[in-house]
């Protein structure tokens, strides 16, 4: 088992940054990559960002070149900086964690509002 906690949402305005955080806790070493999704209202969830135990890392088109993934080891933490940001990428965060079994993880979600 393997419990997720995320953190670091909040309001910021269009250009700001946030940082998302997720705690992982419990049989860590089971996991084999990290994902973070987010959901829109009324929109599908989509995939954000990912990265594996090997440090590769994926993105979504809309956020390359101003959303970094990375990990903390160590903390057991994988994070999500968000810079340049824009209205449209409002929509609650979520991570997700997939296990070498092929099963995976979610956490709870942490609301991102970008407005002015």
């Known amino acids: 088992q393997v419990q997720l906690v995320e953190s670091g949402g909040g309001l910021v305005q269009p250009g700001g940054s946030l940082r998302l955080s997720c705690v992982a806790s419990?049989?860590?070493?089971?996991?084999?990559?990290t994902h973070w999704y987010r959901q829109a209202p009324g929109k599908q969830r989509e995939l954000v960002a990912s990265?594996?135990?090997?440090?590769?890392?994926n993105y979504a088109d809309s956020v390359k070149g101003r959303f970094t993934i990375s990990r903390d080891n160590a903390k057991n933490t994988v994070y999500l900086q968000m810079n340049s940001l824009k209205p449209e990428d409002t929509a609650v965060y979520y991570c997700n964690a997939r296990f070498f079994s092929g099963f995976d993880s979610w956490g709870q979600g942490t609301q991102v509002t970008v407005s002015a």
């Open positions: 990265i594996t135990t090997g440090n590769s890392t």
């Open positions: 419990g049989s860590t070493h089971n996991i084999y990559r």
